[in-house]
């Protein structure tokens, strides 16, 4: 059964950092792209950031130059670093699989509030 | 950036009938080398992450029922449920992967009449 698990998120104030992870099982993770996604309180869907299965990478404009995406395919896990924390970065932080977006976690929580 | 713009925003339908939910990108979303269209359909429920029902525009994914349809090309896409039931109450969002950055539409809340 394919399972995504993200950790990580919490209460930052504005320019804090965080760093999501996001724990895969089920599949063979190293074959895979990875996503995230996020979701402001009562909002729609917002893509995040893409890494391919070979790291190739790809951000929104939003987060870009604040967000790093990397990988780690020997422990099966996705990780978000995010500095530069603003309080529009509020949201739901979903990992999710392939660029279809096939397999999702549950999300993490990340609020950024003084 | 390619826009996805869903209509209605809302939708409030009887049990039993019919539900369509229209999508439509900027630009294709056809991959001619792959001849499919890079586009996906999901259901939200209150609290829950998204749930892929229709990926390639019209392929049911494993386990959906088949009450819910994907059909269009190109820029149109439609995500048709034959005979709402009460568990279909959700937003639903459709999605392009053609191309980075990867959007979706602004959602569509079901609801029942």
């Known amino acids: 059964e394919v399972q995504l698990v993200e950790s990580g998120g919490g209460l930052v104030q504005p320019g804090g950092s965080l760093r999501l992870s996001c724990a895969a099982s089920g599949f063979t993770f190293s074959t895979y792209s990875m996503n995230w996604v996020r979701q402001a309180p009562g909002k729609g869907l917002e893509w995040v950031s893409y890494i391919s299965s070979t790291s190739t990478i790809y951000y929104a404009d939003s987060v870009k130059g604040r967000f790093t995406i990397s990988r780690d395919n020997v422990n099966k896990s996705l990780f978000l670093q995010m500095n530069g924390l603003r309080a529009e970065d509020t949201a739901v932080y979903y990992c999710?699989?392939?660029?279809?977006?096939?397999?999702w976690g549950q999300g993490t929580l990340v609020t950024v509030s003084s | 950036d390619i826009v996805m713009t869903q209509s209605p925003d809302s939708l409030a339908v009887s049990l039993g009938e019919r539900a369509t939910i229209n999508c439509k990108s900027s630009?294709?979303?056809?991959?001619?080398?792959?001849?499919?269209?890079?586009l996906t359909w999901y259901q939200q429920k209150p609290g829950q992450p998204p749930k892929l029902l229709i990926y390639?525009?019209?392929t049911r994914e494993s386990g959906v029922p088949d009450r819910f349809s994907g059909s269009g090309s190109g820029t149109d896409f439609t995500l048709t449920i034959s005979s709402l039931q009460a568990e279909d109450v959700a937003v639903y969002y459709c999605?392009?992967?053609?191309?980075?950055?990867?959007?979706f539409g602004q959602g569509t809340k079901l609801e029942i009449k």
């Open positions: 630009q294709s979303v056809f991959y001619r080398s792959k001849n499919q269209n890079y």
């Open positions: 999710a699989r392939d660029g279809s977006l096939d397999f």
């Open positions: 390639w525009a019209s």
């Open positions: 999605h392009q992967y053609y191309s980075t950055p990867y959007t």
